[in-house]
């Protein structure tokens, strides 16, 4: 459960903020602490999230809507499949970051930068293209009103591997809840 390359001394059943444990691919609970359903012969792995990048956001003047609101960023599920594995298959989920329209391209170029943590967006300004129906209806997450000025922005989301075993019907996982990420000590801008 102890990472190892990232947050020496860090014990991943106790220090992300929130868990999600699924059984059969439903969500069984949430808990603050996962030390009791973690399995002795566990298998834990840590991906990027689009969070990574709201710094460079920041600095280039780059406004989050989310973190104004103090919301968590609305994820949808797509129809852009996974490269699937064994029996492991699904689609693609996305946030999404209302932008300036006129600040698109700084937004593409910053978060190209951020390959690993989902790098540049997937589709920007069409949801139906990607399969989003509702786009003031998402799966996880809160809403974000988009401005009259703003182009909604997707990026692939870290919440995928949840969906991706709901879809599969896993047995069991233990995942973050989605906006409650695992902190590590590397700078944001730091590529492994």
């Known amino acids: 459960p102890h990472p190892i390359g990232v947050a020496r001394g860090a ?3 106790t220090d992300v903020p929130k868990y999600a444990i699924y059984k059969n ?3 069984y609970k949430e808990v603050n602490d996962a ?15 689009s969070f990574s990048y709201d710094g460079a956001f920041q600095d280039a003047g780059i406004p989050l809507r ?3 609101k103090g919301r968590n960023v609305p994820m949808y599920r797509t129809n852009l499949p996974c490269r699937s ?26 978060t190209s930068k951020f390959p690993h943590a989902h790098g540049s967006p997937v589709c920007v300004g069409n949801p139906k293209a990607i399969g989003i129906v509702d786009i003031n209806n998402p799966e996880w997450g809160d809403t974000i009103e988009i401005g009259v000025e703003e182009v909604p922005v997707f990026h692939a989301c870290g919440v995928t591997p949840q969906s991706v075993l709901m879809d599969s019907k896993v047995p069991f996982a233990i995942t973050h809840s989605p906006g409650y990420m695992f902190i590590t000590d590397l700078p944001s801008d730091y590529v492994i």
Do not use: H, Q
């Open 11 to 13: 014990d991943l059943r």
């Open 66 to 68: 989310s973190a104004e």
């Open 25 to 27: 691919g439903a969500l």
């Open 85 to 110: 594995s064994g029996s492991l298959k699904g689609n693609m989920v996305v946030s999404m970051k209302p932008i300036s329209a006129i600040d698109i391209a700084k937004e593409v170029e910053i």
């Open 35 to 49: 030390t009791e359903y973690w399995p002795e012969n566990s298998v834990a792995f840590l991906i990027g999230c």
